[in-house]
């Protein structure tokens, strides 16, 4: 009798997933028709590589290669050169983006925040030359994820038009020989 | 021109039509497929190809045609190639008894439904030349699933559905869904038509009964080794096997083309639309059975319940007669 009732209800659960695939035909589809709908990326996405400006207009980049070094496939390379005012900036700045992993590890080693990941994955191309960006396509006209960071006005570094001691929260430096007795 | 002269040409033109729509719709079907399995599980499935990618046959069989037609060096080639000729057109003979309407039918055969027995029993035998010529063990071994699954499979479709046939009184197609006109036999016979279907499912190897080809264990199972037009045969062939199985279970089970008001036609397509759909939702919501556990379902459940069946509806159909002779 048991085995008889196993058989009926073994039976039914059949018939009853049948009938909560089925009702799935009246639920909403997860897929989004990609080229039609666009995708709405988060914030934080890791996608196409930008270099930002400060607040001020400035290049943000300071050409430490701390990007460089921590790139782990080592698709950015770049040039240090110094400006007339004391500031560092990258002579050159180059992305392999047809090596790029969009790991972040750039974004995150950047002392000044310069370079950023954004939401833009649409990278495709039809020459792998024209995946190697330069810095005229990589620098931004904005401050990107940070709006109110500028690395100059914060760092102790002098250059001109801004000596030692003088960014925010910095008191002047301290004459060390004149607190002598 | 004579009247036996058109005759013939009228029934000839009628099997052509009938036999070209077959085989169009039965790769159609390969397209409904796959947007039905999407349509269950939230997806949209291939709307492309033109208007909801109903154009996505024309680029499949474009790719398939221009693939290499590969037959391997170590391979028995005449049965490898007779193998996918064998099982598609076996069970597309077997069209051939389905009635559609009452006009509409290719062989009005008094022996109907056991010209569809011994063309079942036939296409295994493309199944298993399939898995013998490969000499591959997962085609050798599917095709072995495939032979013990079909001939055990085939003794309880025979008789789940001679219930029908001794209600009928005739093995002839046309006079069992003329015999249907006040009841469907689904009614009366029911543990016949859930037998039926069962083994339906099992001989045109389709999930959950699609052992002979799991692709999670076996490969593609019996046609491992097929690639190109050759895999193609094989694939319409399984089509035309649900096609001809849900115009089987529409005629037997449920009267045809009996219905109110709509045509005959309409009600035909109706009936074997809704069979094919639910073949297509048993592939989308059932797991695949063990090997022993399909065993055990058709050789101690479904053959005992077509023998009490059969012996009720003898004893049933001797009571309304007045107690035998």
Redesign the interface.
């Known amino acids: 009798m048991n085995y008889l009732w196993s ?1 009926v209800t073994d039976f039914g659960t ?1 018939l009853r ?2 009938w ?3 009702s ?2 009246f ?5 989004l ?1 990609y080229p039609e709908q666009k995708v709405n990326a988060p914030p934080r996405y890791r996608g196409r590589i930008v270099l930002t400006r400060d607040p001020d207009g400035n290049e943000r980049c300071v050409a430490c290669n701390l990007c460089a070094v921590a790139c782990p496939v080592g698709c950015i390379s770049l040039q240090k050169a110094e400006s007339a005012d004391g500031r560092w900036y990258p002579e050159f700045f180059r992305i392999n983006f047809s090596r790029c992993i969009f790991c972040g590890m750039c974004e995150e080693a950047c002392p000044t925040t310069a370079i950023q990941l954004t939401p833009d994955f649409e990278l495709a191309d039809y020459k792998r030359t024209s995946l190697v960006y330069e810095k005229e396509h990589l620098l931004i006209s904005g401050p990107g994820k940070y709006p109110d960071y500028n690395f100059y006005h914060i760092a102790g570094m002098a250059i001109s038009g801004k000596p030692k001691g003088s960014g925010q929260n910095e008191a002047p430096p301290i004459d060390t020989k004149s607190l002598l007795p | 021109m004579s009247p036996e002269l058109t005759t013939i040409l009228v029934t000839v033109a009628q099997g052509i039509v009938i036999l070209l729509v077959a085989v169009l719709v039965a790769a159609y079907l390969s397209w409904v497929e796959r947007r039905l399995l999407a349509w269950w599980q939230d997806r949209y499935g291939p709307n492309r190809v033109g208007p909801f990618g109903t154009m996505q046959l024309v680029a499949d069989m474009l790719k398939m045609f221009f693939k290499e037609d590969w037959i391997p060096p170590f391979a028995d080639k005449l049965t490898f190639i007779l193998a996918p000729i064998v099982s598609m057109s076996a069970f597309m003979l077997a069209f051939a008894i389905i009635p559609i309407t009452p006009n509409w039918f290719v062989a009005d055969l008094n022996i109907g439904i056991l010209y569809f027995f011994m063309l079942a029993g036939l296409a295994v035998y493309g199944v298993l030349f399939a898995g013998w010529s490969s000499v591959s063990k997962y085609a050798l071994l599917g095709s072995l699933r495939s032979t013990a699954q079909s001939v055990s499979y085939e003794v309880f479709m025979g008789l789940s559905i001679m219930g029908v046939v001794a209600q009928a009184g005739s093995f002839n197609m046309i006079e069992i869904v003329n015999a249907q006109q006040n009841i469907w036999f689904i009614i009366p016979q029911f543990f016949g038509f859930i037998t039926f279907f069962a083994s339906g499912v099992a001989v045109t190897h389709r999930s959950p009964f699609d052992l002979p080809e799991s692709e999670a264990e076996l490969g593609a199972g019996y046609h491992t080794e097929y690639s190109g037009m050759k895999w193609g045969m094989f694939f319409v062939g399984e089509y035309v096997g649900i096609l001809l199985v849900s115009g089987l279970l529409v005629t037997l089970f449920l009267g045809g083309w009996h219905g109110p008001l709509l045509p005959p036609f309409v009600w035909f397509m109706l009936k074997i639309s809704f069979f094919i759909m639910l073949f297509i939702l048993l592939r989308a919501a059932l797991p695949r059975p063990r090997y022993d556990q399909l065993m055990s379902v058709g050789w101690k459940i479904c053959l005992p319940l077509t023998l009490i069946n059969l012996l009720l509806t003898g004893a049933i159909i001797l009571w309304q007669q007045g107690g035998g002779a």
């Open positions: 058989l059949q997933s049948l909560m695939v089925f799935h035909g639920r909403k589809r997860d897929t028709q």
